[in-house]
T-cell receptor, first 114, second 117 residues
Framework: NAGVTQTPKFQVLKTGQSMTLQCAQD?????MSWYRQDPGMGLRLIHY???????DQGEVPNGYNVSRSTTEDFPLRLLSAAPSQTSVYFC?????????????FGPGTRLTVT | AQTVTQSQPEMSVQEAETVTLSCTYD???????LFWYKQPPSRQMILVIR??????QNATENRFSVNFQKAAKSFSLKISDSQLGDAAMYFC??????????????FGKGTKLSVIP
């Protein structure tokens, strides 16, 4: 199993550009989520999904869109990048939304918006 | 909303010694989960240990153990026989047992642990 994979590892965008951060897992996990990590802060939840076709907002959803058309993939879209979105982004998955099951994190994507 | 506070931005420990990282949280809920995650320089988030609030017994995982004080809302991590590979950022996290808060982890700001050879 590859676990949770994220692409790209690094990205630089100009203000106003759009892009999609990719996340995939091969563990047949129902639950997937996106977090952002800013300097001196813990991770904060952006969006999550409890299954294909079902998504919901987390703590900091503004400026981001998600969709979940398959169990495996959960892309995060930045519609019009802003410098405030400079951060490290983590995707995570678990067997179910019941956190008794361990969450597995991807390696992260470092995004810089200039 | 729940909050998680880690009051020690940085800690250091001599190799083979014991260190304790502090975490306090604020919640009005009675059932919840608590976690410690390790983030080495590789950025990978790794689950170290977890505790269910309804269990009075403190969780242990090899050299890692917790001191869970529910009334005081305290959840400290003890690392025994510290090794160089333990050097990392450590995050304390909270998750509600049910309801909307059960779908997310609320993290503290982290403690950077250095291990001195």
């Amino acid at each position: 199993n590859a676990g949770v994979t994220q692409t790209p590892k690094f990205q630089v965008l100009k203000t106003g550009q759009s892009m999609t951060l990719q996340c995939a897992q091969d563990m047949n996990h129902e639950y997937m989520s996106w977090y952002r990590q800013d300097p001196g802060m813990g991770l904060r939840l952006i969006h999550y999904s409890v299954g294909a076709g079902i998504t919901d907002q987390g703590e900091v959803p503004n400026g981001y869109n998600v969709s979940r058309s398959t169990t495996e993939d959960f892309p995060l879209r930045l519609l019009s990048a802003a410098p405030s979105q400079t951060s490290v982004y983590f995707c995570a998955s678990s067997y179910s939304a019941n956190f008794y099951y361990e969450q597995y994190f991807g390696p992260g994507t470092r995004l810089t918006v200039t | 909303a729940q909050t998680v506070t880690q009051s020690q931005p940085e800690m250091s420990v001599q190799e083979a010694e014991t260190v304790t990282l502090s975490c306090t949280y604020d919640t009005s809920e009675s059932d919840y989960y608590l976690f410690w995650y390790k983030q080495p320089p590789s950025r990978q988030m790794i689950l170290v240990i977890r505790q269910e609030a309804y269990k009075q017994q403190n969780a242990t995982e090899n050299r890692f153990s917790v001191n869970f004080q529910k009334a005081a809302k305290s959840f400290s991590l003890k690392i025994s026989d510290s090794q160089l590979g333990d050097a990392a950022m450590y995050f304390c996290a909270y998750r509600s047992f049910s309801g909307a808060g059960s779908y997310q982890l609320t993290f503290g700001k982290g403690t950077k642990l250095s291990v001195i050879p």
